[in-house]
């Protein structure tokens, strides 16, 4: 079956008349034709299919409440709605070869091609370009966002010309379409997306109605109201406090729904895709949290740097929230799924509200199982193999976060003028910020051990399963700000000798009594690039560390069959739509 050539354009031609009057009468939709086959051989679309293990992701339902298990059986359907959004943002065509494969699918090929436009959300390959999976076509950069004869350049003109209309063609909830004369136009999202958003605002009031948790409720219909006049700010602010209801019936329920990150569209980056997540927080991680977090300002007066450069309470402005996820669906579901997020984005929100970081926590846990434990069995000398644990892999996900609020901020650039950090450090910001947050993390998670908070034992679990998180996230590539950070982190550990190669069995690791003074040494010339806004610093550093040793080239090869990332089954939601649907 290797060259088996798969015709899609036959089916969807014969298709075409059911679903043709759906398809174009979703406003602004663009005349859309698919035509073209798949050049890939079944064997091609397995192996694509097969980087993402299918994994079940769900909460013991037993701890949920029946008054939230209620609430969230109705959030499901809301989210059930951002799956449509996104797939009618990402592309044109897309829901209708999904809906059309789904209906249809016959042979093997149509199933694992099914399977593949499922996790893509449309026919292009996220893991690989946006190559298509079907045609020869490529994705437009603005997905459906803008017409798709539109260039950046007619957009740009367009608005040199027409200042009156900047802030509703930028906003991240407009759709650019054409106008009548053939000029531009922006449609709220609100009206765009009418029947679906009124839709969505219905299953979240239903959800209000069956909350006592006043903050819940608050921004369940607040979101709603947002959905039908576009105007996000109140419910934006109102999601931040969720959780901040003390009272009877306080609920568990996280929920993040609407438009969010600006990915999709690579045009400009203006315009929001829809998404969902829906869990409920996981009370023993987020006291630890807690916990943590009476010590900020402790970590912060040890760090590593000179006593002039700290920089006190920061790290409060974002708090931090463990989730475990039931459901999740839109924008965030595509290709590699979310384990942290921080919203919102919207800057006015942030000054007036800050933001919360939300880390899921059972995903985590799934990608760990599935890509983190195979990678460790691979390239870590076996003697460390019992070491590498969940516990020790979440706590450094953990610490991560925590440490990005640690450190310099806003800072005294050379020429003395304030500045923000990531103003001074330009294009290598994010690879130093993340490359601080790593080493920092670790930094501090043996400070706390030494301080008695976080147990003895988990120090050598802390190096084992951090040693083979360095190869999982170089395996995304060194083009990426946490791929280049953990280059940096695994030669800097590696020529101070706290990293060791056998070349004989070709496996790496951790000496133990090097590995705190390593970590110190790097924090402090991370901290003190920070601190100093040292862009020349920064490029020298990134120059020195970010470049692929042999070893690590061949140890990356042998990892190539591992899946990259998961595709999840969520069992407690299917479980609760099986039995809230009979009530
Ligand atoms: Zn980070």
Request: glycine letters at 6%; charged letters at 30%; one cysteine or more.
């Amino acid at each position: 079956m290797k060259r088996n050539a798969y015709y899609v354009g036959w089916l969807v031609v014969l298709l075409w008349a059911c679903v043709h009057h759906r398809a174009t009468t979703s406003k602004g939709g663009d005349k859309m034709e698919v035509k073209g086959r798949t050049d890939l051989s079944l064997e091609t679309l397995k192996a694509k299919r097969a980087r993402f293990k299918d994994v079940t992701v769900g909460v013991d339902l037993k701890e949920v409440s029946d008054e939230d298990k209620r609430v969230l059986w109705h959030l499901l359907k809301a989210a059930d709605v951002m799956d449509i959004l996104f797939f009618k943002q990402a592309s044109r065509d897309g829901l209708m070869i999904y809906e059309d494969l789904k209906r249809n699918a016959r042979t093997e090929i149509d199933r694992v091609l099914l399977e593949l436009v499922e996790i893509n959300f449309g026919i292009f390959d996220r893991l690989d370009h946006f190559k298509p999976l079907i045609g020869k076509k490529e994705k437009p950069l603005g997905a459906s966002f803008y017409p798709e004869d539109m260039t950046k350049e007619e957009f740009e003109a367009f608005l040199r010309t027409h200042e009156d209309k900047k802030d509703a063609f930028v906003s991240p909830y407009t759709v650019i379409v054409r106008g009548k004369d053939g000029g531009l136009e922006s449609v709220p999202y609100s009206e765009f997306y009418r029947d679906e958003l009124e839709k969505a605002a219905r299953h979240l009031e239903d959800a209000a109605r069956e909350t006592r948790d006043e903050a819940l409720r608050r921004f369940l219909l607040s979101r709603a109201e947002a959905f039908r006049t576009n105007d996000y700010f109140q419910s934006e602010c109102d999601w931040v406090d969720l959780h901040s209801y003390k009272g009877e019936g306080k609920s568990a329920v996280e929920i993040t729904i609407g438009p969010y990150e600006v990915y999709e569209d690579r045009l400009f980056n203006y315009k929001a895709s829809f998404e969902a997540l829906v869990g409920v927080v996981d009370e023993v991680e987020s006291a630890k949290l807690g916990l943590v977090a009476s010590f900020l300002d402790e970590l912060e007066a040890n760090l590593p740097i000179e006593g002039r450069y700290k920089n006190f309470g920061r790290g409060q402005v974002s708090p931090i929230l463990v989730v475990n996820l039931i459901y999740s669906s839109g924008d965030t579901k595509a290709g590699v799924q979310t384990t942290a997020y921080n919203l919102p984005n919207d800057e006015r929100v942030r000054e007036a509200k800050g933001s919360k970081k939300v880390l899921l926590k059972n995903v985590a846990r799934a990608k760990f199982e599935a890509s983190l434990v195979p990678i460790a069995r691979r390239v870590l000398d076996p003697k460390l193999l019992d070491f590498v644990d969940f516990d020790a892999y979440f706590n450094d996900v953990l610490m991560h976060e925590v440490s990005h609020g640690l450190g310099p901020g806003i800072i005294t650039a050379q020429d003395g003028s304030k500045v923000q950090v990531n103003v001074a450090l330009k294009e290598t910001y994010s690879t130093i910020e993340e490359c601080k947050a790593d080493v920092l993390g670790l930094w501090t998670s043996f400070y706390l051990i030494r301080k008695g908070v976080l147990p003895q034992e988990l120090g050598k679990r802390i190096m084992a399963t951090m040693l083979a998180g360095l190869f999982r996230s170089m395996r995304f590539g060194v083009s990426e700000a946490h791929g280049l950070a953990n280059l940096i982190e695994f030669n800097f550990f590696k020529d101070e000798g706290c990293i060791l190669f056998d070349e004989n069995t070709a496996r790496f690791s951790v000496v133990e009594e090097k590995f705190c003074r390593c970590v110190e040494a790097l924090a402090r010339r991370l901290l003190t690039i920070e601190a100093t806004g040292d862009y020349h610093g920064a490029k020298s550093l990134i120059e020195k560390y970010g470049r692929i040793p042999v070893e690590v080239e061949q140890a990356l090869r042998r990892l190539e069959d591992i899946p990259v990332d998961i595709k999840p089954i969520y069992s407690s939601a299917e479980e609760l739509r099986r039995t809230m649907g009979r009530e």
